[in-house]
């Protein structure tokens, strides 16, 4: 490490680590230690900790949404004394893996409809009222989802994560809770608020379905 003082010290000073751990140490009444209690310091010294990152990276093998931490995160710190600034320790950065895992994809044909439409009797197969724009189900695991319409082989409670859709935009979480005369295969039907709302382009074909879970 290289550190630049005052002229009447030199140009430039070479410190090993142990070097300005010992440094440190002279100028506190005890050596810091980064994540807990701040030591008391001389009144010309001041010290800093530096946040450190985190990053995130894809685990197919982990379940999905799942977290697991696979490096800790260390916060670095730095003090300066006399206009010297000296790193005592580097931030170390946290990684996070997510789960990504998926049962199973295929291409699907998606089209919508409201609760109000013929035949429709304001609730879905599994029971919940969609009526008054209630197109959501609040999922203990994976939170708020679209409601859509499959095949009876995929049970209630099976959440898929929709791609590709022009009417949905990015990559969507949704939740089978219904069932349809027309909706047989590799078919889904999106809920929407009602009938009347449904946009031209809820039909869509090779709309891209990745299979997170089935059934609750």
Known sequence: MEIKLPKKFGTVIKFSTITVFAIYASLTSKVER???MTPELDADITQNVVSYETIEEKNSNLKFMEEKTVQAGIN?????????????QKPQTEIVQVGDK??????????????????????VGAGQDVRNGNIYY?????????????DAKYPYGSIFRISNSNVLGEPTLAIVMDRGSAIKGNKIDLLFEKESIVPGIATQKNIKIDIIRLGW
């Not at 998926?102 to 609730?123: E, H, L, Q, W």
């Not at 609040?138 to 499959?150: S, V």
């Open 34 to 36: 980064v994540n807990s």
């Open 76 to 88: 670095g710190l730095t003090v300066e004394y006399n206009g010297v600034k000296i790193e005592i």
């Open 102 to 123: 998926v049962i199973s994809t295929f291409n699907a044909s998606m089209t919508g409809y409201g609760p109000d439409c013929r035949g429709c009797s304001g609730k």
């Open 138 to 150: 609040n999922d203990p695991t994976y939170g708020q989802l679209r409601i859509i319409a499959a």
